[in-house]
C-alpha cells in the first residue's frame, strides 16, 4: 500500500517536529529550573529564610526590689492560668461549660472568651483564667482529658509579698497604656507590665531589664513548629531600698490603728528612711491583673484616701511642731534669749484681732523650753511680731520644708511655706501681720508633708546637718562619711537650746508628750506634738464650747508628731500625721513613741547597706 | 509481504509471547517514577505514609496490574471500541455538567460508589484514542479534504466545551492541545493547520467570556504578580522560593521548610514538583525530567516503529499527552504560566490522573506488543472471532 506508506513517511516527518518542539520545551524547563535553582538559589534562599523565621520577644524577669536586709519586696512568682487553644477544642463551650463546674468561672467570662476565641487564629492561646492557686490548678490538671481545648500556662507574674504595708513606696505594675506606648516593641508584647507607680514606676528603667529574642520557625499561617535560636534577655536589676520591712510593717501595723495616718522613720545622720508608710493603704497585687471596677471606685471614694501616699504627699499644716523653727529664727535673729520670759494671757490682741491660744487661761510667764514643752501659742505671737515672716520663711526652707526634699519616688509634693514675696506674686495682696502669727505656730499657708517634718526633725537633732532623705541602697558606691552632708549655717548653742526644748516635751511632766515617753533607760526620745487646725475655730465654736471630737471626722484637726531618740545620741528621727485624729499629744505622740522604740529595738543603722559609715558622735 | 503471511503471524500471537512482548523499560520507568511519587508525598505528610503515600502506592500497584492487562488487551479491539470509549467518556462529561447544574457549582467528578471519577482525565485518552482511529481510516488524500478537519474538530470541540463548562481551563487546553497534536501528525496540510489554532486563537476572546472570574483573576494576576501576592500570585511565589531555595543538591529529603511550613499549597497534587526539587534540588528535578524524557522518546520510537496507522498515532499522541501534563504542571510550578490544574503524572497525589495516565501506558505497551499487527482500514472482524 504505497499511499500507506505515504501516510506513515508524513507521520515520522511531523512526528520529527513534535519530538524537536518537545525537546525544545523540555530543555526550555530545564533552562528554568537552572536559573531559578542555580542563579537565583542565593535570592530565594533568603527569601525563604524570611518566610519561615520570625522573631519573637522574650519578656525579661522583672527586677526584684528588695529592703537594706535582702528580703525581698516586689518579686516575681510563677502564676497559674489558663488558656485555652481553639483548635483543639472541637467544641470551646462545651469545654468552658465543664469547667465551670470545676472552677468558679462567671458566665459573662465565658462569653468574653468565646468571644475571643471566634476572633484569634486557632492556634494562639487565649486566657480563660488568670492567677489560679495550687489548688485549682490541680483540678484543671486531673480533669484535662476531659476538658479538651484547655491547658496550664505557668508564667512568672509580680507579687507583692507585704501587700498594702509598702503599696505607696513599691507602687504596682500594670498593663501598658496606650500613653506608655514608646514604640519599643517589648510594650507591644500582650502580657506585658509596666510600672505605674511608686518605685516600680520610678525605677522602670532599671527594672526592665531588656528582652530576649526567639527565633523560631513559623508556617504560612504564623504557628509555631519550632525554635531555632533563643537569645536571653537580660532580666531587670535587683533593686535594694534603704527600708527596714520589719520596722515597715510594724508601722504600717501601728498606723492602723488610725482611720487615716502616716508615718517616716529616718536616719538623722545618713537620711535614710527606714519606714516610710500610709495608712489605709490598698494591695498592689490587685492591681497587677486589672483591678475590679467594683474595688477601684472603693478605694477612690474613700475619704481616707488610701491611694494617696500621704508620707510624701499628704500636705499639712505642721502646726506647733513648727515652732522649733520660729525659736531657732528668734535665737539667731536675736530678738530672744534662751531666757527671756513671755507672758501669756491666753491670747493677743493685735488690731482688731484676738488670737487665741490653744490653752484657754493662758500659760503664764513662759521661757524658750517652757514654750516648746507647753506649746504656748502666745510666746510665738510675740516672736513672729519681732521677726517678720521673711525671717521664720528663711528658717523653715533651711529645715528642708517648702520644697520636694527629692526622694526617688513619684508623687511627692512640695508643701509651702509662705512669705512676703510669696503672698504678693501668687495672691497678688500685702502680707498682714496676722498672718505672721498664724504662720509662727505652723498654722494658715504654712503646709508641710510628713517626710519634710522627719527631715526637719533630723536637721534640727544632728547639730545642723542638712541630710536629705534616700530610699535607694546605692551598692557598691564608696562609702560616704555622713558628715559630709552640707552643713546649715547655725549657731550650734541655738540648736542645743531648741533640742533640750524638745527633750522636755517628754520629760518635764507638764510637756504635752510626757505621758508617751520612752521610760526604757538608753531609749528616751525627744519631740514636739502638733495639733493643726482644719476648720478655723469660730467665736461661736469657742461660745458654745464644741469639742473637736464633736464635729464630723473631716473636720477634726490633724495630730502630729516630730521627736527623735535616743535622747542622749540621737540617731532616728520620727515624724508621724494621724489626719483628723485629734490632739498631737494624745493620738501622733503614742504612735511616733512606739515606732522610735521599735526602731531602736531592731537598730538598722547599725546594718549598714547604704555604705555609708555611721556616725557614733553627735555634732 | 502478504496478507496471509500476515495473518499467520497474527495465527502466532500466544498469550505468553503477549506477555514477554512487554516493555521492560516502560514498565521500569513507570515504577520509577510512581516511586518518586510515594517517597515524594511520604514528605509532603512530614515523614509519614498517611495520608498520601501508602495509598499512592496501593493505587500505583493496582495501576499497574490495570496498565498490563490494558496492555495484552489486542489492539484492535481498542481500534475498534475507541468511538465507544469516546461516548463514554462525553456521557460522562455531560453528567457532570448535569449534577454539576443540580448542585448549583462547579463540579469535576462523578460520585461512583466510594469511587470519585474525573471524566475529564479520561477525555484526555479518549480523544487521542478516538482520533487516532478516525484517521487510520483515512487515506491521506481524504487527510486532505475539509472534512477530515471538521469531524476531528467536532470531537475535540465536545469534551473542550464540556471541561471549559466545569470549569476547568488546564484539562481543556490539554485536551485540546493532546487532540490537535493528532490532527497535526494525520498530515493536515500545514496551512490548514495553521487556519485551525488561528480560528482556535479568535476563539479566545470567546472562551474569555465563558471563564469564571477566579480564572480570569488567575490569568491577570500572572500577568502582574503584584497585583494579588496573597492570593493566586501567592503560590507561584511560593512555589518559585521553594524552588529556587533549593539550589543544586536540594535541602535534602524531609528538609523541605517551605513545603513542609505549609508556605506552598497544594504541596501534595500540583505542587508535588516544587516539594521534590526543594528537597533534592536541581539534580532531583532533572532526574524527574531525565525519567520522562526516556519515556518520550520511548513512545516517539514506538510510533515510528508501528506498523499500524492507529498505533503509531496512538503512541505518538500518547506521548505529547504525557508531555503537556509534564509541560503544563513544570511550567506553572516554575512560574512561566498561570497556575492552571495540572498534576504531574504518577508522581502527584490524585486517583483519576494516575489511573488515566497508567491507561495511556498500557494502551502504550499494546501498540508495542501489536506493533507489527497489520490493522485494516476498515475492519469486518476482530481477532479471536475468526
Redesign the interface.
Known amino acids: 500500500m504505497p ?2 506508506l ?3 513517511r ?3 516527518r ?2 520529527l517536529m ?2 524537536a518542539g ?1 525537546a525544545l ?2 530543555t526550555g ?2 533552562a ?3 536559573h ?3 542563579l ?2 542565593d ?3 533568603m ?2 529564610e524570611d ?2 523565621i520570625s522573631l519573637r520577644l522574650i519578656a525579661p524577669l522583672r527586677g526584684v526590689i528588695q529592703d537594706r536586709h535582702g528580703v525581698d519586696l516586689a518579686t516575681n512568682r510563677q502564676a497559674f492560668r489558663i488558656v485555652m487553644v481553639s483548635e483543639q477544642a472541637p467544641n470551646a463551650a462545651a469545654t468552658l461549660a465543664k469547667l465551670q463546674g470545676l472552677l468558679p468561672l462567671e458566665d459573662d467570662d465565658v462569653v468574653d472568651v468565646l468571644e475571643e476565641v471566634r476572633h484569634k487564629r486557632s492556634f494562639i492561646p487565649v486566657t480563660v483564667m488568670e492567677n489560679l492557686n495550687w489548688q485549682q490548678v490541680s483540678t484543671v490538671e486531673v480533669n484535662l482529658p476531659d476538658l479538651p481545648g484547655l491547658q496550664t500556662e505557668a508564667a512568672p507574674v509580680r507579687y507583692y509579698p507585704y501587700g498594702p504595708a509598702l503599696a505607696h513606696v513599691i507602687g504596682h505594675v500594670g498593663a501598658v497604656s496606650p500613653d506608655d506606648r514608646s514604640g519599643e516593641p517589648l510594650l507591644d508584647l500582650p502580657s506585658f507590665k509596666i510600672g505605674k507607680n511608686g518605685l516600680e514606676r520610678r525605677l522602670e528603667h532599671e527594672l526592665r531589664g531588656s528582652a530576649g529574642t526567639s527565633q523560631v ?5 504564623g504557628r509555631v ?1 519550632r525554635e531555632l535560636d533563643r537569645e536571653e534577655g537580660a532580666a531587670g536589676s535587683e533593686v535594694g531600698l534603704t527600708l527596714d520591712m520589719g520596722l515597715q510593717a510594724f508601722t504600717y501595723q501601728r498606723l492602723s490603728t488610725e482611720r487615716s495616718a502616716s508615718a517616716v522613720i529616718m536616719d538623722i545622720y545618713s537620711g535614710e528612711i527606714y519606714a516610710l508608710a500610709s495608712h489605709p493603704g490598698f494591695d498592689p497585687n490587685d492591681f497587677v491583673h486589672g483591678i475590679s471596677a467594683k474595688k477601684w471606685q472603693g478605694l477612690l471614694n474613700d475619704p481616707a484616701a488610701p491611694l494617696t501616699h500621704k508620707a510624701i504627699g499628704g500636705q499639712y499644716p505642721p502646726g506647733s511642731t513648727f515652732k522649733m523653727l520660729t525659736a531657732l529664727a528668734g535665737l539667731e535673729a536675736g530678738v530672744i534669749t534662751e531666757d527671756e520670759r513671755i507672758f501669756c494671757g491666753g491670747h493677743m490682741q493685735l488690731g482688731s484681732h484676738r488670737f487665741h491660744c490653744w490653752k484657754r487661761g493662758g500659760h503664764g510667764h513662759m521661757n524658750l523650753a517652757d514654750s516648746v514643752a507647753q506649746s504656748c501659742d502666745v510666746y510665738y505671737y510675740e516672736l513672729a511680731l519681732r521677726l517678720g515672716i521673711d525671717r521664720i520663711a528663711a528658717m523653715a526652707r533651711r529645715f528642708g520644708l517648702g520644697d520636694r526634699t527629692g526622694i526617688d519616688l513619684t508623687g511627692e509634693r512640695p508643701g509651702l511655706i509662705p512669705d512676703r514675696e510669696w503672698k504678693r506674686t501668687q495672691r497678688g495682696e500685702p502680707w498682714h501681720k496676722g498672718e505672721s502669727l498664724i504662720a509662727s505656730i505652723g498654722q494658715g499657708y504654712v503646709l508641710s508633708t510628713p517626710l519634710q517634718l522627719a527631715v526637719m526633725t533630723a536637721r534640727l537633732a544632728n547639730g545642723g546637718l542638712a541630710v536629705t532623705p534616700r530610699i535607694m541602697r546605692s551598692e557598691g558606691e564608696e562609702t560616704i562619711p555622713v558628715r559630709e552632708a552640707p552643713k546649715i549655717d547655725i549657731n550650734h548653742q541655738h540648736l542645743r537650746i531648741v533640742q533640750e526644748a524638745m527633750a522636755k516635751v517628754t520629760t518635764h511632766p507638764r510637756g504635752t508628750a510626757y505621758r508617751s515617753r520612752i521610760d526604757q533607760e538608753g531609749f528616751e526620745m525627744a519631740g514636739k506634738t502638733g495639733t493643726s487646725q482644719v476648720r478655723r475655730i469660730s467665736l461661736a465654736d469657742r461660745r458654745a464650747g464644741i469639742k473637736n471630737e464633736d464635729l464630723p471626722w473631716k473636720y477634726r484637726h490633724h495630730a502630729l508628731f516630730v521627736g527623735y531618740a535616743p535622747l542622749d545620741q540621737p540617731r532616728y528621727a520620727c515624724a508621724v500625721v494621724v489626719d483628723h485624729g485629734g490632739g498631737g499629744s494624745t493620738a501622733a505622740a503614742p504612735i511616733a513613741r512606739d515606732l522610735l522604740r521599735a526602731v531602736q529595738e531592731r537598730r538598722p543603722a547599725d546594718t549598714n547597706p547604704g555604705a555609708i559609715t555611721p556616725i557614733d558622735q553627735p555634732i | 509481504m502478504s496478507l496471509a503471511e500476515i495473518g499467520g503471524r497474527d495465527s502466532d500471537w500466544h498469550p505468553l509471547r503477549r506477555i514477554l512482548g512487554i516493555s521492560p523499560v516502560l514498565l521500569l520507568l513507570v515504577v520509577a517514577i510512581g516511586g518518586i511519587g510515594v517517597v515524594a508525598l511520604y514528605s509532603a505528610a512530614g515523614g509519614s505514609m498517611d495520608p498520601w503515600a501508602s495509598r499512592h502506592a496501593v493505587r500505583l500497584g493496582m495501576g499497574v496490574l490495570g496498565m498490563l492487562v490494558i496492555a495484552l488487551i489486542d489492539l484492535r479491539y481498542w481500534f475498534r471500541f475507541a468511538f465507544v470509549i469516546y461516548g463514554a467518556g462525553l456521557l460522562g462529561l455531560v453528567a457532570v455538567a448535569v449534577i454539576g447544574e443540580m448542585g448549583g457549582g462547579a463540579q469535576r467528578w462523578l460520585q461512583i460508589g466510594p469511587l470519585q471519577i474525573q471524566p475529564s482525565e479520561f477525555m484526555k485518552i479518549a480523544v487521542i484514542l478516538v482520533l487516532a482511529r478516525y484517521y487510520h481510516t483515512q487515506t491521506l488524500e481524504s487527510v486532505a479534504r475539509w472534512r477530515s478537519l471538521i469531524v476531528p474538530g467536532i470531537l475535540i470541540a465536545m469534551p473542550v466545551a464540556l471541561v471549559l463548562k466545569q470549569p476547568d481551563l488546564g484539562t481543556s487546553i490539554m485536551i485540546a492541545a493532546g487532540g490537535g497534536a493528532i490532527i497535526f501528525l494525520a498530515g493536515v496540510q500545514l496551512w490548514k493547520f495553521g487556519l485551525g489554532v488561528a480560528l482556535a486563537g479568535v476563539a479566545i476572546p470567546v472562551i474569555w467570556t465563558q471563564l469564571h472570574d477566579y480564572q480570569k483573576q488567575r490569568v491577570l494576576t500572572f500577568i502582574n504578580p503584584e497585583s494579588d501576592p496573597l492570593g493566586a500570585g501567592y503560590h507561584i511565589a511560593q512555589s518559585k522560593i521553594a524552588l529556587g531555595s533549593g539550589g543544586v543538591s536540594g535541602k535534602g529529603f524531609l528538609q523541605g521548610t517551605q513545603s513542609h511550613l505549609n508556605f506552598l499549597p497544594e504541596k501534595q497534587t500540583d505542587f508535588i514538583f516544587t516539594l521534590w526539587a526543594e528537597e533534592w534540588g536541581l539534580i532531583g528535578a532533572l532526574v524527574i525530567l531525565l525519567l520522562y524524557g526516556i519515556v518520550l522518546v520511548y513512545g516517539i520510537w514506538l510510533g515510528h516503529r508501528c506498523r499500524n496507522h492507529f498505533g503509531r498515532l496512538l503512541a505518538l499522541g500518547l506521548a505529547i499527552n504525557l508531555f503537556l501534563y509534564l509541560a503544563v504542571n513544570i511550567s506553572m510550578v516554575t512560574g512561566l504560566i498561570p497556575v492552571v490544574g495540572a498534576p504531574l503524572p504518577l508522581i502527584s497525589y490524585g486517583g483519576t490522573a494516575m489511573l488515566a495516565v497508567m491507561a495511556g501506558f498500557g494502551l502504550m505497551m499494546a501498540v508495542s506488543i501489536n506493533r507489527d499487527t497489520q490493522i485494516e482500514r476498515h475492519p469486518r472482524r476482530l481477532p479471536g472471532f475468526d
Open positions: 499511499r500507506d505515504d501516510r506513515e508524513v507521520v515520522g511531523r512526528a513534535l519530538g518537545q520545551l523540555f524547563l530545564g528554568r529550573l537552572y531559578l535553582q542555580v537565583e538559589r535570592r530565594y534562599a527569601l525563604a518566610n519561615r520557625e513559623v508556617n504560612a499561617v513548629i
